[in-house]
């Protein structure tokens, strides 16, 4: 099983739209999550990051988590063309090691 | 003003050469991180430094070699490089060790072995 999995996509959404990002793990004892925009050939930029159960809101991104469903998600409002990238979704653990999922992809379509 | 820098940006080079790839950072971080992308993006911790002491070190082959010489400095060496060390490597940082710290990356290292 592995330990964080993410739906590869693409996800295509309308310019416009909400793009809902989805993230499950498999370690219970999770306690921070992430969320990184990996546009093609840069790195990975922090867009958000979550560490208790509930919602996250900062402006067009929210994040929410469900610890007891092992599930955190990545809502995209109002989404626009420059958003098109790929979302890594990352666990922590132990000294800071961070877990990644392989990514999905969006495209926002104009 | 750059946070988290690394050189070079590409490296090219022949099967069984000796590579190094150097990473800096100036946000006064304590920790810092060696990561591997490989060509299904798939993207897996390799080292940690906290204090230029080493706390994570995942199963990588014993080429890799980290080494940091102060905590805004980490380099990565990699002897007798492989077809299959192909990959972008990325370095980042965060202000302590603990699970409650961002990380910050850098812009990556693409190598390419021939």
């Known amino acids: 099983q592995k330990e964080v999995e993410q739906n590869s996509g693409p996800l295509s959404v309308p310019e416009g739209a909400i793009a809902s990002l989805n993230c499950t793990y498999s370690?219970?004892?999770?306690?921070?999550f992430f969320w990184y925009r990996q546009y093609s050939g840069k790195s990975p930029e922090l867009i958000m990051f979550i560490y208790s159960n509930g919602d996250k809101e900062d402006g067009r991104f929210t994040a929410q988590l469900n610890k007891a469903s092992q599930y955190v998600s990545l809502l995209i409002r109002d989404s626009q063309p420059s958003d098109s990238a790929t979302y890594l979704c990352a666990v922590n653990g132990y000294g800071n090691k961070l877990v990644f999922g392989a990514g999905t992809i969006l495209r926002v379509k104009s | 003003d750059t946070a988290v820098s690394q050189t070079p940006k590409y490296l090219v080079t022949q099967m069984g050469n000796d590579k190094s790839i150097k990473c800096e950072q100036n946000l006064g971080h304590d920790t810092m991180y060696w990561y591997k992308q490989d060509s299904k993006k798939f993207l897996k911790i390799m080292f940690s430094?906290?204090?230029?002491?080493?706390?994570i070190n995942e199963t990588v082959p014993n080429r890799f070699s980290p080494k940091s010489p102060d905590k805004a400095h980490l380099n990565l060496h990699i002897n007798s490089l492989e077809l299959g060390d192909s990959a972008v490597y990325f370095c980042?940082?965060?202000?302590?060790?603990?699970?409650?710290?961002?990380?910050?990356f850098g812009p990556g290292t693409r190598l390419t072995v021939l």
């Open positions: 980042a940082s965060s202000q302590a060790a603990s699970e409650y710290n961002e990380q910050f």
């Open positions: 430094y906290n204090n230029k002491e080493l706390i």
């Open positions: 370690d219970r004892g999770s306690q921070s």
